[in-house]
């Protein structure tokens, strides 16, 4: 299994502030998903971020309010832009292999608190 | 404002003990289930999967049951001990997309 950190482990942060969330893995891989988790609640995916495409977003989350960047094979960013306190949530991402979604690995996860 | 959390199923037993943890699906075309771990403060961790036309898998000290007749899944520990002690998420695939159930939290009682 690969080796996933992220950065910032956790921040508070003002309404209206935009916080980007790295990503970094310790081998190339394919697939890279963003989930949010919010508090006492299940993981939702928010996007599927592909090296070289954009990102395919789930219902419900759009690119203006949670830009990606996928660089390269190990390493993207999750934007959070124009933050209020429903935004506050863990943010995680995970990494894969195409066609086999259900071998996903995870981060520790961005625990943000928006006040 | 203030934010209001659902409260998690809870399974609370003895160290020792079996646990059961069960979950409900609703989506008959799923690929595989998968069952994760999160303890406090970290990411998911995967324990067992198990693919659709599959009814048990077993792992170290786990084993998952799969009913697609009634759309249940089910996660077995046996020989439960305090590390066990996280909440538990089923999870589904199908198409390209990771699915989560509600999870379930089990503390274990010394």
């Known amino acids: 299994s690969a080796v996933i950190s992220q950065k910032p482990s956790r921040d508070i942060c003002q309404r209206g502030t935009s916080l980007t969330i790295q990503c970094q893995v310790d081998?190339?891989?394919?697939?890279m998903f963003w989930y949010r988790q919010q508090p006492g609640q299940s993981l939702t995916l928010i996007a599927t971020?592909?090296?070289?495409?954009?990102?395919?977003?789930e219902s419900g989350f759009v690119i203006d309010k949670f830009p990606i960047s996928r660089p390269n094979l190990t390493f993207s960013t999750l934007t959070v832009s124009n933050m209020s306190p429903e935004d506050s949530s863990i943010y995680l991402c995970?990494?894969?292999?195409?066609?086999?979604?259900?071998?996903?690995?995870f981060g520790p996860g961005t625990r943000l608190t928006v006040l | 404002g203030e934010s209001v959390g659902l409260h998690l199923p809870t399974l609370s037993v003895q160290e020792g003990d079996n646990s059961i943890i069960n979950c409900a699906y609703s989506?008959?075309?799923?690929?595989?289930f998968i069952w994760y771990k999160q303890e406090s403060g970290k990411g998911p961790q995967f324990i067992i999967d198990?693919?659709?036309?599959?009814d048990k898998r077993q792992g170290q000290r786990v084993t998952v049951l799969l009913n697609k007749t009634v759309k249940h899944l089910s996660l077995q520990i046996a020989a439960t001990q305090p590390g066990d002690s996280a909440v538990y998420f089923c999870?589904?695939?199908?198409?390209?997309?990771?699915?989560f159930g509600e999870g379930t939290q089990l503390t274990v009682n010394p």
């Open positions: 989506n008959s075309a799923s690929d595989y």
């Open positions: 081998s190339q891989v394919t697939m």
């Open positions: 999870a589904e695939t199908s198409g390209s997309r990771l699915t």
């Open positions: 995970s990494v894969g292999r195409t066609g086999a979604y259900n071998e996903q690995f």
């Open positions: 971020a592909n090296q070289g495409s954009e990102a395919t977003y």
């Open positions: 198990i693919r659709s036309n599959m």
